[in-house]
Every structure is written in structure tokens, then in C-alpha cells.
């Protein structure tokens, strides 16, 4: 009997330990800002007809860009599935990786084509501060980008290969 309660008080600390153990949570963002594309609508001080035209171009954009994404995952998954295939077919994989490769690059594409439609509808002033907040977002995303590719790399170097 007693060894059943120093068994369950052990389990107790050591489920206690762990769970103080965890990386803290990141906080969330204040929920009194709002979203980027309405701060940017702010500062760019546009008209209602100009707001209109970059919604419409910001959800052409988000259609294309999310066709992209899903047939990009679509394509690694069939990659997984020919690695586990009893005879590996190393041309259906490389040609799969093109794919991938082209539809990243469409991604990029996509994207630059977007930040010229946008700026095609504004003023020469608007035009100024449209570039300023491109420059600024794009650096944003690539410290983002290095500080997710540390993390992995990191994550990766601890936990071993996945080959799964």
C-alpha cells in the first residue's frame, strides 16, 4: 500500500516537472490593432474606390497563392510516397522537386505582379509610401524567415534525421 502511494507521488512530481518544463507560450498580440492591410489603408489615406480595388486584388491574390500552397503540399506528400515505394523511381522524384520549384518560384511571381496592380491605382504620394511599407514588410519577412530556418535547423540538429 505504501509503495502504491510514493508510486503515485512520484508520478505526480514527475508529471509536475514536466509540464513546468514546456517553452512559455508566446503572447498574443494586442487584440486594439488592427490588421496590417488596414493600417496600410490608413497610412496610404485611399479613397473608397481604391480601397475596393485592393480587396478585390488582395483575394485574386490570396486565390492563387492558395492553389499554389495546396499543390505544393500535394506534391511533397506524393514525394513521400514514392520514397516509400519498393523501388525508389528517382526521375517521378526530381521531376516532382521541379514542380515544387516552379510553383515556389509562381508563389514569388504572384506576388510581385501584386505590389505592381496595387500600385498601378495609386497616386504618385500613395505610390511613395506603398514602396516604403514593401521595403519594410520585406525585411520583416526575411529576419522572420531566418529566425524559422535557425529554429529547424536547431530543432532538427536535436532531434536527428526524420524519415518519415
Known amino acids: 500500500m505504501l509503495r502504491r502511494i510514493v508510486s503515485v507521488l512520484l508520478l505526480f512530481v514527475f508529471a509536475s516537472v514536466l509540464t513546468f518544463a514546456q517553452p512559455p507560450r508566446r503572447p498574443m498580440p494586442p487584440t486594439d490593432m488592427p490588421p496590417p492591410s488596414e493600417a496600410i489603408f490608413k497610412k ?67 506576388m510581385v505582379g501584386h505590389w505592381f496592380d496595387v500600385n498601378s491605382i495609386l497616386n504618385p504620394e500613395q505610390q511613395k509610401i506603398w514602396k516604403e511599407h514593401a521595403m519594410q514588410t520585406g525585411e520583416k519577412m526575411r529576419a522572420g524567415m531566418r529566425d524559422r530556418l535557425r529554429m529547424r535547423i536547431e530543432k532538427r540538429i536535436e532531434e536527428g534525421p526524420d524519415f518519415d
Open 44 to 110: 496610404l489615406n485611399l479613397s473608397e474606390a481604391q480601397e475596393t480595388q485592393m480587396k478585390k486584388l488582395r483575394i485574386e491574390l490570396m486565390k492563387k497563392q492558395t492553389q499554389l500552397h495546396s499543390k505544393i503540399q500535394t506534391l511533397r506528400l506524393d514525394i513521400k510516397g514514392l520514397f516509400l515505394a519498393d523501388k525508389v523511381d528517382r526521375k517521378a522524384i526530381e521531376s516532382d522537386i521541379k514542380l515544387i520549384t516552379d510553383s515556389q518560384e509562381q508563389l514569388k511571381l504572384n
